[in-house]
């Protein structure tokens, strides 16, 4: 089972170009900002939102081909859709709305009834199937609404921010049950979600949307250690600068520039982990290559380390620890050094 998809439409304001493929068996997460078109291209493979140009085929079968005018119905997709809001009918048990989607199929009573009952016990919500919707916290209903779309036996799962109702508290605890239950189902299943975290947890590779384009793919820790956009590298802690690499200097597109130890040569994008950004309220002693003049723009406290931001000759963030931060009495506006030696900068090409 596999998903192939070319997907082109203009909804209001946002312009949706992306191509994306997910085989079976290996859950892919649609990463990326509000705004990016995650949820539209889910609902564009639902078809819930029609192309203006592309084809959507899934294990061979064509969902939607604009140059053939070939388009079937959402219902005759075998598509799975896990909304945000999980979108359980209140006025149902919670029986009878996992057993609404093999009903409105046609299936008789009897039947359905049973399976649904099957995937309440799998996902442990037996004893709940008498109740109503309103009586599961966030995390029940998630698996609920996850059992009604799994007992239907889709071809393409597909989950829109799957954690976003659940109390924060309850989340470690559910995203671990959840990836359990994504590993029975071995078709093509496809997560959207603006968390790195969940991305990680849940998917074995990572598809990052903005703007309704695909700027970086690929297994989730090689998109995490080597950004390609300033929204991942901020949502993963990284600084990300672009430039080009000549005899052992970055020079930046802001015309500054850093000594760094490479290969690359050309064009290239470089990260510094911010906890290798070292702070002084002095120029410091010996002949440090990168030494750069900066301002405190902000101070975030995060538990045992504190992320410091920084402008300089260009915008840097540094880590410390509360002592340090206390000790250098960093604060909003105060002059520091920044210090950061040339290994620590990962150089890579564009």
Same mark, same amino acid.
């Given at each position: 089972? =596999?998903?192939?998809?070319?997907?082109?439409?203009?909804?209001?304001?946002?312009?949706?170009?992306?191509?994306?493929?997910?085989?079976?068996?290996?859950?892919?997460?649609?990463?990326?900002?509000?705004?990016?078109?995650?949820?539209? /291209?889910?609902?564009?493979?639902?078809? /819930?939102?029609? /192309? &203006?140009?592309?084809?959507?085929?899934?294990?061979?079968?064509?969902?939607?081909?604009?140059?053939?005018?070939?388009?079937?119905? @959402?219902?005759?997709?075998?598509?799975?859709?896990?909304?945000? &809001?999980?979108?359980?009918?209140?006025?149902?048990?919670? +029986?009878?709305?996992?057993?609404?989607?093999?009903?409105?199929?046609?299936?008789?009573?009897?039947?359905?009834?049973?399976?649904?009952?099957?995937?309440?016990?799998?996902?442990?919500?037996?004893?709940?199937?008498?109740?109503?919707?309103?009586?599961?916290?966030?995390?029940? =209903?998630?698996?609920?609404?996850?059992?009604?779309?799994?007992?239907?036996? @889709?071809?393409? +799962?597909?989950?829109?921010?799957?954690?976003?109702?659940?109390?924060?508290?309850?989340?470690?605890?559910?995203?671990?049950?959840?990836?359990?239950?994504?590993?029975?189902?071995?078709?093509?299943?496809?997560?959207?979600?603006?968390?790195?975290?969940?991305?990680?947890?849940?998917?074995?590779?990572?598809?990052?949307?903005? &703007?309704?384009?695909?700027?970086?793919?690929?297994?989730?820790?090689?998109? =995490?250690?080597?950004?390609?956009?300033?929204?991942?590298?901020?949502?993963?802690?990284?600084? +990300?600068?672009?430039?080009?690499?000549?005899?052992?200097?970055? +020079?930046?597109? &802001?015309?500054?520039?850093?000594?760094?130890?490479?290969?690359?040569?050309?064009?290239?994008?470089?990260?510094?982990?911010?906890?290798?950004?070292?702070?002084?309220?002095?120029? @410091?002693?010996? =002949? @440090?290559?990168?030494?750069?003049?900066?301002?405190?723009?902000?101070?975030?406290?995060?538990?045992?380390?504190?992320r410091i931001r920084l402008d300089g000759p260009f915008p840097l963030v540094a880590e410390?620890?509360?002592?340090?931060?206390?000790?250098?009495?960093?604060?909003?506006?105060?002059?520091?050094?920044?210090?950061?030696?040339?290994?620590?900068?990962?150089?890579?090409?564009?």
């Open positions: 089972m =596999s998903l192939h998809a070319r997907v082109r439409t203009q909804l209001g304001s946002l312009g949706l170009e992306c191509d994306i493929s997910v085989e079976a068996n290996v859950t892919v997460a649609v990463l990326g900002p509000n705004g990016a078109g995650k949820t539209t /291209l889910l609902r564009v493979i639902a078809g /819930l939102v029609p /192309l &203006d140009e592309g084809h959507i085929e899934v294990n061979g079968a064509v969902f939607e081909d604009t140059a053939t005018r070939t388009w079937l119905t @959402p219902e005759a997709r075998r598509v799975g859709f896990v909304f945000q &809001d999980h979108g359980l009918f209140p006025n149902l048990s919670v +029986l009878d709305n996992v057993a609404f989607g093999l009903r409105a199929r046609g299936v008789d009573r009897k039947t359905a009834n049973t399976k649904a009952h099957e995937w309440l016990e799998r996902v442990d919500l037996g004893r709940y199937a008498t109740s109503r919707p309103a009586a599961l916290s966030g995390g029940q =209903s998630q698996r609920a609404a996850l059992a009604r779309v799994l007992v239907t036996d @889709p071809h393409v +799962l597909l989950l829109d921010e799957p954690l976003a109702a659940v109390d924060a508290s309850a989340r470690l605890e559910l995203r671990r049950a959840l990836r359990e239950h994504l590993s029975t189902f071995t078709a093509v299943r496809l997560i959207v979600t603006h968390d790195p975290l969940e991305a990680a947890s849940l998917a074995e590779r990572v598809v990052v949307l903005e &703007d309704g384009r695909v700027t970086q793919e690929g297994p989730f820790g090689d998109v =995490s250690a080597r950004p390609r956009s300033p929204w991942i590298a901020r949502v993963v802690g990284l600084n +990300l600068l672009h430039g080009a690499v000549s005899s052992g200097a970055l +020079l930046l597109d &802001d015309g500054s520039s850093l000594t760094v130890a490479t290969g690359v040569q050309g064009p290239a994008l470089a990260t510094i982990q911010p906890r290798a950004v070292a702070l002084y309220r002095q120029p @410091p002693d010996g =002949s @440090p290559r990168n030494v750069l003049r900066c301002k405190v723009a902000g101070v975030d406290p995060e538990g045992d380390r504190w410390v620890t509360p002592a340090a931060a206390a000790e250098l009495r960093l604060a909003e506006g105060g002059e520091v050094f920044a210090v950061v030696k040339a290994t620590e900068i990962d150089v890579y090409s564009v």
